[in-house]
C-alpha cells in the first residue's frame, strides 16, 4: 500500500509519521471510510517497529477523528465526508458514468406547449419593466402566481403572503438567518436533506437531530426536544421525506402541528415533492399558518435550471425574510419569475407535473423489478429509493464501489445527522438517468453489488 511505504520517508517520531500518512492517505482517496486498517502486530511486523507504536499511532488517528475501533473486528477509516454529492459535471470516470447521485431530472419532460410559451416570453415581454426596477420579495403579479400555485398544494394564500425566492435551497437559507440568531439551534430529522444541514452550519447555527420512524418525525422525540428549550425553529420535510421518502400520515401531522402549537415554536416545511402526490396530504403549513414559512419551488417539476421558489411566509416574519433575501440575492430573477407565473397562469405547470409523475412511476418499476427481494423504501412517483445496506456494507463503501463500477449515489452519511442511530443506505435517484436504459443497467450494477456483497469487509483474524 502506498501510505504505508510513505511511513518510512516520513520524519520524526514514528507514530506520528504513521498517523500523518493514513490523514495523507485519507484525504487523497487511497483510504475510503470503513477501510479496516492492518491489525497492531501486522503494521509492526511489516515497519519493523514495536507494538507499542502502532497503538499510539491508531490512538492518535482515532483522536483526529479519522478512525474507530471496534472491539473484535479492528480499527476501521472514518473518512471526511464532503456535505453533498459533487457536481456531475465535476464527475470523472474512464468509462460512461451515470450519475444517480442528484436529485432532479436530467431533462424536463418535453412538452410542445412549454416551447410555445418560450417564444411567447420572448415576443412579448416587457424587458424595461422587469429588468430596470428593483423587485425584493417579487412582483404583485409574480406573487399573485405564486399564491394561486400554492392553493394546488393545499397552502391558502394571497399575494401579500408571498415571497418570491432563488429556488427552495435559497428560500431554506433564508428562513432559518430570519428565524434563528447565530449561536442558536435548529431541530431537524435525525436523517435530513443535506441542503438544509449545510445552510444551517453556514449561518453559524447548531443542528440538534429529531428521530425518526417508518412515519416521520416521532412526536415524543420533538417534544422531548422542545422540552430542554434549547431550540424554537423546526425545520422539516413532511411529504416524500429527501431521503427516505416517507410521507407523513394525517394523524402525524396532526400530532406534530399540536406540539409546535404547545411551545410556540416557528417551522420551515420544505415541500418540493408535494405535487407527485394525488391526493396530496395537507401540509402542516395549513394548520399552523402563523408559525409556519412553507416552501415549493419549480426545480423539480421543470427541471433544477428554473431558480425560482415560492415561500408562504406569516406577517410576523416577512420583513425578516426580506432582508434575508436583499442580503443574499438581492431578488429572485424577475425573468425566469414571470416564466414561472405563465406557466402557472396558462395551466401548463399542472401539464409539467402530471408528466413528471408519469415518468417517475414508469422508473419506479424498473426500480422495483431490479431490487426485488432488497430492503428499500419508496413511493410509486417519487424521484428516488432509498436502498438500505445489508449486513457486511457500509454506505460510504458501497458508494466508493458503486462509483468504481460507473454508477454514483449519495451513501447515508450526506443525509444522517446522528450516524449511531440510523439504519445505513443510499440514496438511488432514479430520475437523474437519462432514459429507462441507462436506469435498468445502473440499477442491475447496484442491485448486484448489494448482493455480492462487501469485497473489502475483513476477512483474516484479529490478532
Same mark, same amino acid.
Given at each position: 500500500?502506498?501510505?504505508?511505504?510513505?511511513?518510512?520517508?516520513?520524519?520524526?517520531?514514528?507514530?506520528?509519521?504513521?498517523?500523518?500518512?493514513?490523514?495523507?492517505?485519507?484525504?487523497? $482517496?487511497?483510504?475510503?471510510?470503513?477501510?479496516?486498517?492492518?491489525?497492531?502486530?501486522?503494521?509492526?511486523?511489516?515497519?519493523?517497529?514495536?507494538?507499542?507504536?502502532?497503538?499510539?499511532?491508531?490512538? !492518535?488517528?482515532?483522536?483526529? $477523528?479519522?478512525?474507530?475501533?471496534?472491539? %473484535?473486528?479492528?480499527?476501521?477509516?472514518?473518512?471526511?465526508?464532503?456535505?453533498?454529492?459533487?457536481?456531475?459535471?465535476?464527475?470523472?470516470?474512464?468509462?460512461?458514468?451515470?450519475?444517480?447521485?442528484?436529485?432532479?431530472?436530467?431533462?424536463?419532460? @418535453?412538452?410542445?406547449?412549454?416551447? #410555445?410559451?418560450?417564444?411567447?416570453?420572448?415576443?412579448?415581454?416587457?424587458?424595461?419593466?422587469?429588468?430596470?426596477?428593483?423587485?425584493?420579495?417579487?412582483? &404583485?403579479?409574480?406573487?399573485?402566481?405564486?399564491?394561486?400555485?400554492?392553493?394546488?398544494? $393545499? &397552502?391558502?394564500?394571497?399575494?401579500?403572503?408571498?415571497?418570491?425566492?432563488?429556488?427552495?435551497?435559497?428560500?431554506?437559507?433564508?428562513?432559518?438567518?430570519?428565524?434563528?440568531?447565530?449561536?442558536?439551534?435548529?431541530?431537524?430529522?435525525?436523517?435530513?436533506?443535506?441542503?438544509?444541514?449545510?445552510?444551517?452550519?453556514?449561518?453559524?447555527?447548531?443542528?440538534?437531530?429529531?428521530? =425518526?420512524?417508518?412515519?416521520?418525525?416521532?412526536?415524543?422525540?420533538? #417534544?422531548?426536544?422542545?422540552?430542554?428549550?434549547?431550540?424554537?425553529?423546526?425545520?422539516?420535510?413532511?411529504?416524500?421525506?429527501?431521503?427516505?421518502?416517507?410521507?407523513?400520515?394525517?394523524?402525524?401531522?396532526?400530532?406534530?402541528?399540536?406540539?409546535?402549537?404547545?411551545?410556540?415554536?416557528?417551522?420551515?416545511?420544505?415541500?418540493?415533492?408535494?405535487?407527485?402526490?394525488? @391526493?396530496?396530504?395537507?401540509?402542516?403549513?395549513?394548520?399552523?399558518?402563523?408559525?409556519?414559512?412553507?416552501?415549493?419551488?419549480?426545480?423539480?417539476?421543470?427541471?433544477?435550471?428554473?431558480? &425560482?421558489?415560492?415561500?408562504?411566509?406569516?406577517?410576523?416574519?416577512?420583513?425578516?425574510? $426580506?432582508?434575508?433575501?436583499?442580503?443574499?440575492?438581492?431578488?429572485?430573477?424577475?425573468?425566469?419569475? *414571470?416564466?414561472? +407565473?405563465?406557466?402557472?397562469?396558462?395551466?401548463?405547470?399542472?401539464?409539467? *407535473?402530471?408528466?413528471?409523475? #408519469?415518468?417517475? +412511476? !414508469?422508473?419506479?418499476?424498473?426500480?422495483?423489478?431490479?431490487?426485488?427481494?432488497?430492503?428499500?423504501?419508496?413511493?410509486?412517483?417519487?424521484?428516488?429509493?432509498?436502498?438500505? =445496506?445489508?449486513?457486511?456494507?457500509?454506505?460510504?463503501?458501497?458508494?466508493?464501489?458503486?462509483?468504481?463500477?460507473?454508477?454514483?449515489?449519495? @451513501?447515508?452519511?450526506?443525509?444522517?445527522?446522528?450516524?449511531?442511530?440510523?439504519?445505513?443506505?443510499?440514496?438511488?435517484?432514479?430520475?437523474?438517468? *437519462?432514459?429507462?436504459?441507462?436506469?435498468?443497467?445502473?440499477?442491475?450494477?447496484?442491485?448486484?453489488?448489494?448482493?455480492? %456483497?462487501? @469485497?473489502?469487509?475483513?476477512? +483474516?483474524?484479529?490478532?
Amino acid at each position: 500500500m502506498k501510505w504505508i511505504s510513505e511511513i518510512r520517508r516520513l520524519k520524526g517520531p514514528r507514530y506520528l509519521a504513521i498517523a500523518d500518512a493514513v490523514t495523507r492517505a485519507i484525504d487523497d $482517496g487511497e483510504l475510503l471510510n470503513g477501510t479496516r486498517l492492518p491489525t497492531h502486530r501486522s503494521l509492526a511486523d511489516q515497519l519493523e517497529l514495536d507494538v507499542t507504536t502502532v497503538t499510539r499511532a491508531y490512538s !492518535e488517528i482515532q483522536r483526529r $477523528g479519522l478512525a474507530e475501533a471496534r472491539v %473484535g473486528q479492528g480499527t476501521f477509516v472514518l473518512a471526511r465526508l464532503p456535505d453533498s454529492p459533487v457536481s456531475s459535471l465535476t464527475t470523472t470516470n474512464n468509462a460512461p458514468f451515470i450519475d444517480l447521485s442528484h436529485n432532479f431530472p436530467a431533462g424536463a419532460p @418535453p412538452l410542445p406547449n412549454l416551447r #410555445e410559451l418560450a417564444s411567447e416570453v420572448a415576443r412579448d415581454l416587457d424587458y424595461g419593466a422587469l429588468l430596470g426596477r428593483q423587485s425584493d420579495i417579487g412582483t &404583485v403579479s409574480h406573487r399573485a402566481a405564486g399564491a394561486t400555485y400554492l392553493q394546488t398544494l $393545499g &397552502v391558502k394564500a394571497g399575494s401579500d403572503d408571498i415571497v418570491v425566492c432563488a429556488g427552495a435551497q435559497h428560500g431554506i437559507a433564508i428562513a432559518l438567518a430570519a428565524l434563528t440568531e447565530p449561536g442558536e439551534s435548529i431541530l431537524m430529522e435525525a436523517t435530513t436533506f443535506y441542503g438544509a444541514r449545510t445552510a444551517a452550519r453556514m449561518l453559524g447555527r447548531n443542528v440538534v437531530p429529531v428521530a =425518526m420512524d417508518d412515519d416521520g418525525l416521532m412526536p415524543d422525540a420533538l #417534544e422531548d426536544a422542545l422540552r430542554s428549550g434549547h431550540a424554537r425553529v423546526l425545520y422539516c420535510a413532511p411529504t416524500l421525506h429527501n431521503p427516505t421518502t416517507t410521507t407523513m400520515p394525517p394523524s402525524r401531522r396532526k400530532a406534530i402541528a399540536k406540539i409546535c402549537e404547545r411551545y410556540k415554536i416557528g417551522v420551515v416545511e420544505d415541500d418540493v415533492y408535494g405535487f407527485l402526490l394525488s @391526493p396530496r396530504p395537507e401540509p402542516l403549513a395549513a394548520r399552523l399558518r402563523t408559525q409556519a414559512i412553507y416552501i415549493t419551488s419549480f426545480s423539480k417539476n421543470c427541471g433544477p435550471g428554473m431558480r &425560482v421558489g415560492y415561500m408562504r411566509v406569516p406577517e410576523q416574519w416577512r420583513r425578516a425574510v $426580506g432582508t434575508a433575501l436583499r442580503a443574499t440575492t438581492l431578488m429572485a430573477a424577475p425573468i425566469e419569475a *414571470e416564466i414561472a +407565473a405563465r406557466l402557472v397562469r396558462t395551466g401548463l405547470i399542472a401539464e409539467l *407535473e402530471d408528466a413528471q409523475r #408519469e415518468r417517475n +412511476a !414508469e422508473r419506479q418499476l424498473i426500480a422495483q423489478q431490479a431490487f426485488r427481494g432488497l430492503d428499500y423504501s419508496s413511493s410509486p412517483t417519487a424521484f428516488h429509493v432509498w436502498l438500505r =445496506m445489508p449486513s457486511g456494507w457500509q454506505s460510504e463503501v458501497f458508494a466508493a464501489e458503486a462509483k468504481l463500477r460507473g454508477v454514483g449515489v449519495s @451513501p447515508a452519511a450526506f443525509f444522517n445527522l446522528d450516524p449511531k442511530n440510523a439504519r445505513d443506505a443510499v440514496r438511488v435517484c432514479l430520475s437523474a438517468a *437519462e432514459s429507462h436504459d441507462v436506469l435498468q443497467r445502473a440499477a442491475k450494477i447496484l442491485a448486484d453489488l448489494v448482493v455480492s %456483497g462487501n @469485497p473489502w469487509a475483513p476477512t +483474516a483474524a484479529i490478532v
